[in-house]
């Protein structure tokens, strides 16, 4: 845990997926039936970085602890760990969904954000995702939408009614 003269650094909690890498090049994946999502995790190393979302990440870093909370399975731990690494983010705790766990990713980022803020101030929560900045909003947490990609609608879907991002 990172100190300061007055304690532990406030959190500062980023999203992956079009917040910091942009997937719009893995989106086919996702727009066909079935949806192949093996496909789509296994493009994820080759997601260019957001430029807006790495500059928020960086400057985050001077005042905060960077934690990085996802809704990808945790079987994608390591290219998401080489990811943040090639392309000069913070290191931080990264929090992922189980393989198993198909609920919404508002459903289990906002248990992950009242977890992490039982022992923690988090400062802010910087996600893509509207219905998880509501919630999160909502129970009290600031929030930055990262409006600087374009919204896909096959993977809003997903992220509600599959779990699965």
């Known amino acids: 845990m990172t100190q300061h003269s007055k304690g532990p650094l406030p959190l500062a909690v980023f999203d992956l997926d079009n917040t910091l890498a ?44 960077v934690v990085y909370l996802t809704g990808r399975p945790e079987r994608c731990r390591r290219d998401t760990v080489e990811w943040l690494a090639a392309h000069g983010l913070p290191e931080g705790r990264i929090w992922m969904r189980r393989n198993d766990d198909r609920r919404p990713a508002r459903a289990t980022k906002l248990e992950t954000l009242r977890t992490l803020a039982r022992n923690r101030e988090i400062r802010v929560l910087v996600d893509d995702d509207e219905l998880v900045c509501q919630d999160a909003e909502r129970a009290g947490f600031t929030v930055v939408r990262a409006r600087w990609t374009a919204e896909s609608d096959a993977l809003k879907e997903a992220q509600e009614s599959e779990g699965r991002t």
């Open 22 to 65: 942009d997937t719009a090049h893995r989106q086919r994946f996702l727009e066909r039936k079935p949806r192949n999502w093996t496909a789509f995790f296994a493009a994820a190393p080759h997601d260019p970085p957001l430029t807006e979302g790495v500059a928020l990440a960086l400057e985050s870093a001077r005042e905060c602890e």
